[in-house]
């Protein structure tokens, strides 16, 4: 995965989830749904209209299961299948 695309998922959670420690999100591991208190079922779409919006692409609905959200890694992996170049 691309490292910027990674540090700009990563500025996209801490700025949706109003996250103040923005160390709380390491690194590509980091896991995501479960760990984080502040990722619940509601702040999940807003983290999806998010990065919709940050990246220029629509999420589709089949796309949107667990393991998307499992790390900040597979979140910044699918980015970067899907982002408009």
Same mark, same amino acid.
């Given at each position: 995965m691309n490292s910027s695309t990674l540090e700009a998922v990563k500025d996209v959670i801490v700025e949706t989830l109003g996250i103040e420690d923005r160390g709380r999100i390491e690194g590509a591991a980091t896991p995501l749904f479960g760990n984080i208190p502040e990722l619940d079922s509601f702040a999940v779409l807003s983290l999806a209209a998010a990065i919709e919006s940050r990246f220029g692409f629509q999420?589709?609905? /089949?796309?949107?299961?667990?393991?998307?959200?499992?790390?900040?890694? /597979?979140l910044a992996q699918f980015v970067d299948r899907n982002r408009l170049h």
């Open positions: 999420i589709d609905d /089949s796309d949107f299961t667990g393991e998307l959200f499992e790390t900040v890694g /597979s």
